[in-house]
């Protein structure tokens, strides 16, 4: 067991480090404010290589592993969780779904636009009946022989408006079930695509989270991505590998929130100290700290066996489960560590704990993640039982 981060990897954490510094904490409380799309730190992050970095290079990618593509998450998240999950979503579910299961053509086609940032991609599996329960997708696709036509709603949509190219998750034949659903390649300027409204959202608001409606359009048969029927287990299968990106985005906003609590911790000062030598204040950094340090072994350790090919769906979720909890505890406590200036936008932590929120929800809520750790349990996939 090697605990410590190479080189290669310190690189990547102080590169995101720095961006997040100079490029994205200008100007991050005014987005927020007016949930204003962050175009230009988008187009940046293509450049600096962050909007594709598990791809091949012979895609634009950067072809880094899980764990450099969670260093730079947390980084990014500490400052920006609205250019975090526009990030998470473009890698780990657009990225990774179209290199995995595309054909060489469809990866030549889309990959070298999304790497580089030129596009956004969006991930199109939730629908108003189809939320924690994703088999039940009303998005119709009917084979028409060389084409499609592809009908339904879909809503929660991240990068909604600013996507140039959505994986919609469909049903082609109703009866056959999850088993009848499959995935397509679908952009956005083709008619019938319709962008509908935007939501006004609790946190991540300078995101773009949309419904969009599907009205009769055509999907040629080569936007098929990969084998029909086989649109369900792509989306677990690619959501697992999401939900280590999210973990990491609740990381980085739990150790954002540490450390803007402890700087503000050693520079305010109650009763002739400042307020780190409290014991009040000192313990709750103490814990703080521990909880953080934990959720990012968590989160390493899952990046690390999807590095390896070894299975990683259990860690994944148990790595977002926590880390998002942590989050939010830890968020709570640095707004209460501010006392009243937590209270206002200019300490940024209160725009943590309104982040942090959103991570116990998206990519499979707390209570799914605890569905995929129980049943994993249930079928003794995780510990050598003492008990038989
Ligand atoms: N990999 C491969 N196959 C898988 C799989 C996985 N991880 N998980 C399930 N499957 C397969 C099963 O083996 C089964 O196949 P067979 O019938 O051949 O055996 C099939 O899929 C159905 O599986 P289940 O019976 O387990 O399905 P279920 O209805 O009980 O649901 C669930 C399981 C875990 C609750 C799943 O529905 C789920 O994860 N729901 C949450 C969805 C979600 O995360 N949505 C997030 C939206 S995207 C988003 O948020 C992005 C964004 O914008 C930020």
Known sequence: MFFQLSEEHQAVRQAARDFAQQELLPGVIERDTTMKFPKEQVRKMGEMGFMGMMVSPEYGGGGMDTISYVLAMEEIS?????????????????????????????????????????WIGAFCLSEPEAGSDATKQKTLAIDKGDHYVLNGTKNWITNGGSSSVHLVMAQTDPELGPKGICTFIVETSWP????????????????????????DVIVPKENLLGPA????????????????????QALGIASGALDLATHYAKERKTFGKAIIEHQAIGFKLADMATEVEAARLMVHRAAYLKDQNLDFGVAASMAK??????????????????????????????RLMRDAKITQIYEGTSEV????????????????????
Not at 229 to 248: E, N, P, Q, V
Not at 323 to 348: N, P
Request: hydrophobic fraction near 40%; charge should be positive; charged fraction near 20%.
């Open 229 to 248: 029927g086989d649109g369900f287990k792509f989306a677990m299968r690619t959501l697992m590998g999401g939900r280590i990106g999210i973990a990491s």
């Open 369 to 388: 993640q605890r569905m995929v750790i129980s049943r994993a349990i249930l079928q003794g996939q995780l510990y050598q039982p003492m008990w038989k």
């Open 321 to 350: 489960l926590f880390a998002s909890d942590v989050a939010m505890r830890q968020t709570v406590e640095a707004v209460q560590i501010h006392g009243g200036y937590g209270f206002v936008k200019e300490y940024h932590v209160e």
């Open 192 to 215: 019938g695509v319709v962008i509908g409204a935007k939501e006004d959202k609790l946190g991540i608001r300078s995101s773009d989270t949309h419904t969009i409606l599907y009205n």
């Open 78 to 118: 500490k400052i920006d969780n609205s250019c975090s999950v526009i990030m998470s979503v473009n890698n780990s579910l657009v990225c990774w779904g179209l290199e995995k299961m595309g054909t060489e053509e469809q990866r030549k086609k889309y990959l070298p636009k999304l790497t580089s940032g030129e």
